[in-house]
C-alpha cells in the first residue's frame, strides 16, 4: 500500500493539527457510514468553507454519473481529488463552476454554495461565477495571441482596469505570481503558442488568476509535461493556495501526497472518503480506499 510513513514531516508543516485527530469522512452510497466530526448531512468539514457541497447528484440524459457527492471546500486549502478513470472527479470538479452547463443532456441535482450562495440558482450570473471560479485544464490551451492578451484577456473583458498602465500591473502581477514574469518580461508581445509545455501551463495559470477567483480548479494541470516542469507546477501550487481554494484532479497519488492539505478519493461514481492528506494515506478507513491505494485497481 502506497504510504507516507518515510515522507519528511516537513511535508506536512501546513496541515492542521485538528485534521489529524478527526480525519476522515466515509461513505457508502453516498450516505456517511462512519464519522469523526462530520455533520448529518455527510459534508466533510473544512475551516472556514469556501465551497459547501451538498447531495450532488449529476446526470447525462439517463445515465446517473455522480452519486449524492457532499463535501467542503475551505478558504486557503488545497484539496486533491483522486481516483481510477472515469470515477467522476473531474466530473464533479465541473460542477463547481458549472461547466458542465456546455453538455447538452447535463443536468445537476443537489446543492453547492459559494460563499453560501447557491451557484445553480436562476439568479446566478454564470460569467460572474467562472471568474470568481476559475479552471485550468490538463492541456495547456493558450490562446493564439500574445503572451500579454492572453493574461490580460479576462481583466479586460471584466472591466478591472481604467488604463493601460492598470492593465499592465495587472499582467505583471499575475505572471509574477504564476513565477512567469522573468521569463518572459522582454517578449510579453511574442506569441504564446511559442513557450514551452510547462510555461503554457504557467501561463494559462498566470490567465486564470488575473480575475482574482476565489476558487481555481485544476482537472490534471501536469498530466502533459516532463518531471522538471511538474515539480514548478506544484511548488507554484503551494504558493498560489496562500491566497486561494485550490481544488486539483490528479492520477497521481504521489502528487496529492506532496501538495494536498486533503484528499478525496472517488470511484464508480461516489465519494468514498475523504480526509486530511497524511492520515488518509497513512490509514485509510473505507476497504475501497485501502484496495485503491494498495494497488489493486486503478
Known sequence: MFTLANTPATLFKDLPQSGLAA??????????????????????????????????????????ALHEVSIALGKQELVAFIGPSGCGKSTFLRTLNRMNDTIDGCS??????????????????????????????QKPNPFPKSIYDNVAYGPRIHGMARSKSELDIIVESALTQAGLWNEVKDRLGHPALGLSGGQQQRLCIARAIAVRPEVILMDEPCSALDPIATATIESLLLELKQEFTIVVVTHSMQQAARISDRTAFFHMGKLIESGWTRSFFDNPGHPLTQQYLGGKFG
Open 108 to 137: 445537476v441535482t443537489g446543492k453547492i454554495e459559494l460563499d453560501g450562495i447557491d451557484i445553480y440558482s436562476p439568479q446566478m450570473d454564470v460569467i460572474e461565477l467562472r471568474s470568481r471560479v476559475g479552471m485550468v485544464f
Open 23 to 64: 480525519s476522515h469522512a466515509i461513505f457508502s452510497d453516498g450516505n456517511p457510514e462512519q464519522t469523526a466530526s462530520i455533520p448529518e448531512h455527510g459534508v466533510m468539514p473544512a475551516s472556514n468553507p469556501r465551497i459547501m457541497a451538498s447531495r450532488v447528484n449529476v446526470f447525462y440524459g439517463r445515465k446517473q
